[in-house]
């Protein structure tokens, strides 16, 4: 492999990341190779052992370098919340509030039928049948007999994210679950001349 390719070779794999197109990759390949060759053997070491060791939860879907994650482990955590979250990094924004002390399961991802990803692509049955398990005989537990109490439906506020939502929400209503949604509503601090008129619209719908 000549010099040139090579660099583009690194600029092609640098343009994988969100958000960075040609030119940021092109800028970040040519300060690695010119001025940080030491960052860049850093980088690819970091990559290389996050790849081997970083899985996911067993119970959660997280990533993890255990088998089953440090917050599903912790004892003091409300097992009979469950807050549905579509990435690893959304999941971390909640932990940051400090105000969500149950415990979560990780989508990785939203139903998009138009990109092929539909209910088995995101884990739903795995959801399902954390929250409404089966007896030996294979019949499901009655509602008061079960750990999960309530779910907290924490997807985004996008087309998908709404979908996600609804249609867990209809299939676990159908087996007796409790289901909350995040709300909606004006941020704390701002003036309504300047908020968006859709988020006016559900901070008026879901008013308490």
Do not use: W
């Not at 007896?135 to 999960?148: F, H, K, N, T, Y």
């Not at 779910?151 to 979908?163: D, K, P, Q, S």
């Amino acid at each position: 492999m000549s010099e040139t390719s090579a660099l583009e070779g690194l600029t092609q794999a640098l343009r994988r990341l969100p958000g960075v197109g040609v030119k940021s990759a092109a800028r970040m390949a040519f300060h690695l190779m010119q001025h940080d060759t030491q960052g860049a053997l850093q980088i690819a070491r970091a990559l290389e052992h996050a790849v081997r060791t970083i899985g996911h939860c067993e119970l959660c879907n997280t990533l993890t370098e255990q088998t089953v994650c440090s917050t599903c482990q912790n004892p003091q955590r409300d097992r009979s919340k469950l807050c549905v979250v579509e990435t690893p990094a959304d999941q971390a924004a909640l932990e940051r509030t400090l105000a969500f002390q149950g415990l979560y399961f990780v989508l990785m991802g939203k139903l998009s039928p138009l990109d092929g990803i539909g209910p088995h692509d995101i884990g739903l049955q795995k959801l399902f049948d954390r929250i409404v398990p089966r007896d030996a005989q294979g019949e499901l537990l009655p509602a008061d007999s079960r750990e999960v109490q309530e779910v907290i439906l924490a997807t985004n506020f996008t087309a998908e994210g709404e979908a996600t939502a609804h249609v867990i929400a209809q299939s676990l209503k159908s087996r007796g679950v409790q289901v909350t949604r995040l709300a909606r509503g004006v941020p704390a601090g701002s003036e309504l001349e300047y908020v968006d008129l859709g988020t006016i619209a559900h901070a008026l719908v879901d008013r308490r």
